[in-house]
């Protein structure tokens, strides 16, 4: 699985954005998919996910009621909608997956802040919140 996240730019404090994640190769539609961040010298911190067909996700508490992550298996993507934006959510912003793109294991990933267990990674696109 090869990704590729975009969308990222400078945003004012209460604005929005959508990150796109472009997936390609083995069979996209069928994997859960992740976002993660990571602002500078922090660790990288588990955002979101979605599982395959789109009808189980997550939200950090640090997102959630201002984020909304969805896909389109057909075009291969997932999006992240991020809206009131906060200057704490500047970072670069990873889309993620697993090796066998299981939901349960990218879940675990996710809200249990841990990258390591993500095999697939896109470059990050960057989200600056600021004034």
């Known amino acids: 699985v090869q990704l590729q996240a975009s969308g990222g730019g400078l945003v004012q404090p209460g604005g929005s954005l959508r990150l796109s994640c472009a997936a390609s190769g083995r069979t996209f539609s069928s994997y859960a998919m992740g976002w993660f961040r990571q602002a500078p010298g922090k660790k990288r911190e588990g955002v979101s996910c979605i599982s395959f067909e789109g009808g189980s996700y997550f939200y950090a508490d640090s997102v959630k009621g201002r984020f909304t992550i969805s896909r389109d298996r057909v075009k291969s993507k997932v999006y992240l909608q991020m809206n009131s934006l906060k200057p704490e959510d500047t970072a670069l912003y990873y889309c993620?997956?697993?090796?066998?793109?299981?939901?349960?294991?990218?879940?675990?990933?996710?809200?249990?802040?841990?990258?390591?267990?993500?095999?697939?990674w896109g470059k990050g696109t960057l989200v600056t919140v600021s004034s």
């Open positions: 993620a997956a697993t090796e066998d793109g299981d939901y349960l294991e990218t879940l675990t990933a996710v809200a249990g802040d841990q990258p390591d267990d993500m095999k697939y």
